[in-house]
């Protein structure tokens, strides 16, 4: 099992129409959830991170974590074409031997959700 | 505010060589981390320098190296070049206190391109 899974896509959604992108992580005792956006050809860019349960909203794009599913969702309202990119979901994990916490962590990614927004 | 540099942005190798690349994080920050991205494995974690010193390893043989100088500038090598090698090397900064966990808000660079033949 990844540690951090998403489904690659690609993703194609209408203009103006709701994009959901999900992740999944295998740690229980992960902390912090990040997701990233990467347009084509360029390096990743920090869009939103969550530490709570519940919803967390920033303008259009709302972050959702349910910790006892061990799931991480991103929306996007109203999506525009200039939403086209990678979404990259992030997991801040324990670093383990075995299942030993080894008292630091890392920052694991996961493979990333092609999304397209039509107009 | 100046962002995070790598260099050099494109390189060309061949099989056996080895080769060094640079990451100049933004002004303050003192966490580094390197990343590999490639199109079948994501992004994956390589290491992470802070002060100086390795705090975290990712899952790569020992023919990927690093170090950062006091300066916070890091550096990586790869020696013994393989084919498999050829990915997009990403540099991140981070502003970290002490021994506090990763919070995870990374700024990356323009990231190395290097091809290996």
């Known amino acids: 099992q990844k540690e951090v899974e998403q489904n690659s896509g690609p993703l194609s959604v209408p203009e103006g129409a709701i994009a959901s992108l999900n992740c999944t992580y295998s740690d229980r005792g992960s902390q912090s959830f990040f997701w990233y956006r990467q347009y084509s050809g360029k390096s990743p860019e920090l869009i939103m991170f969550i530490y709570s349960n519940g919803d967390k909203e920033d303008g259009r794009f709302t972050a959702q974590l349910n910790k006892a599913s061990q799931y991480v969702s991103l929306l996007i309202r109203d999506s525009q074409p200039s939403d086209s990119a990678t979404y990259l979901c992030?997991?801040?994990?324990?670093?383990?031997?075995?299942?030993?916490?080894?008292?630091?962590?890392?920052?694991?990614f996961g493979q990333g959700t092609r999304l397209t927004i039509n107009p | 505010k100046a962002g995070v540099t790598q260099t050099p942005r494109y390189l060309i190798k061949t099989r056996g060589q080895q080769v060094t690349l640079s990451c100049s994080p933004i002004?303050?920050?003192?966490?580094v981390s390197w990343y590999q991205q490639t199109p079948g494995q994501g992004l994956q974690f390589l290491f992470e320098?802070?002060?100086?010193?390795?705090?975290n390893k990712g899952n790569f043989p020992g023919r990927f190296s690093g170090r950062q100088f006091s300066n916070s500038r890091s550096e990586m090598n790869v020696s013994t070049l393989e084919l498999g090698d050829s990915a997009l090397y990403l540099c991140a900064s981070s502003l970290l206190e002490g021994d506090r966990f990763h919070t995870g808000e990374l700024f990356f660079g323009e990231g190395s391109r290097l091809t290996v033949l």
């Open positions: 992030a997991v801040n994990m324990p670093i383990r031997a075995g299942s030993r916490y080894q008292g630091a962590q890392k920052l694991v």
């Open positions: 320098y802070f002060s100086e010193t390795q705090r």
């Open positions: 002004s303050g920050h003192r966490s």
